[in-house]
C-alpha cells in the first residue's frame, strides 16, 4: 500500500459518501433540532454502509452482482423517491413528526443507509484486484470519511433549517427525489 492507494481510496470515500451527504443535510434541514447524538449515529450508520457495501461487492464479485445490477437503480430510486415525496407531503400537510414515515425513526434511517448505499455494491467490482487486507483497509477510510462528511452535513442543515422552517421540509423532499433520479440515471447509462 503506498500513497497512490490511499489518495485512491480516499478519492473513492469521498465520491461515495456524496449521496449520504445529501441525504444528512437533507435530515439536517428536516430535523433542525437534532441532537448530537444522533447525529453521530445516522453518521455512523451511513458510513459503515457505505463503507460495507464496497467490501461486499469485493466479496461476493461478479458472479452474483451481475444479477442484481441492474435493479439497484430502481430500488434507490423508489426507496427515495418515497422518502422525498412523503417528506414533502407531511410538509404540505403540516403533519407532527412523530406520527410520519418521514421522521428520523430508527427505520427510516436504516433505509436511508441502505437506498444511499446499495450502489456501492458493485463499486466493489472495481477494487476486484485489490488484496483482502486492501479492500478492507478501503472500505474503513470510506467508512471514516463518510462519518465525517455526514456529521458536517448534518449541521449544515440545521443551520439552514432553522432559518427556512417548513419550507425546509420540502428542500429536504425535492433533495431526496434529486438522489434518486441521480442514483437512477447513473445506474441505467
Known amino acids: 500500500m503506498d500513497l497512490i492507494f490511499f489518495t485512491t481510496s480516499a478519492l473513492l470515500g469521498v465520491g461515495l459518501a456524496m449521496d449520504a451527504c445529501a441525504v444528512s443535510m437533507a435530515n439536517g ?3 433542525s433540532k437534532i441532537k448530537l447524538k444522533k447525529i453521530l449515529f445516522i453518521s455512523f450508520m451511513f458510513g459503515l454502509f457505505q463503507g460495507l457495501m464496497p467490501l461486499l461487492g469485493y ?3 461478479s458472479q452474483f452482482i ?3 445490477e441492474g435493479f439497484i437503480p430502481w430500488l434507490a430510486l423508489a426507496i427515495l423517491g418515497y ?3 412523503s417528506m414533502i407531503l407531511g410538509a404540505i400537510k403540516g ?8 421522521a428520523l425513526t430508527f427505520k427510516v434511517i436504516m433505509v436511508q443507509t441502505i437506498a444511499t448505499s446499495i450502489d456501492a455494491l ?7 484486484d485489490y488484496t483482502l487486507i486492501e479492500a478492507i483497509v478501503t472500505a474503513i477510510i470510506v467508512c471514516g470519511l463518510t462519518f465525517a462528511i455526514c456529521i ?3 449541521y449544515i442543515g440545521k443551520k439552514f433549517g432553522d432559518k427556512l422552517g ?8 425535492i433533495i431526496l427525489l434529486f438522489i434518486g433520479f441521480e442514483i437512477f440515471f447513473s445506474g441505467i447509462m
Open 29 to 31: 434541514l428536516r430535523e
Open 59 to 61: 466479496l461476493i464479485g
Open 66 to 68: 451481475k444479477y442484481i
Open 83 to 85: 422518502l422525498g415525496i
Open 95 to 102: 403533519e407532527e413528526d412523530e406520527d410520519n414515515w418521514e
Open 122 to 128: 458493485s463499486v466493489g467490482l472495481t477494487i476486484a
Open 152 to 154: 458536517a452535513a448534518h
Open 166 to 173: 417548513k419550507k425546509a421540509e420540502i428542500i429536504g423532499g
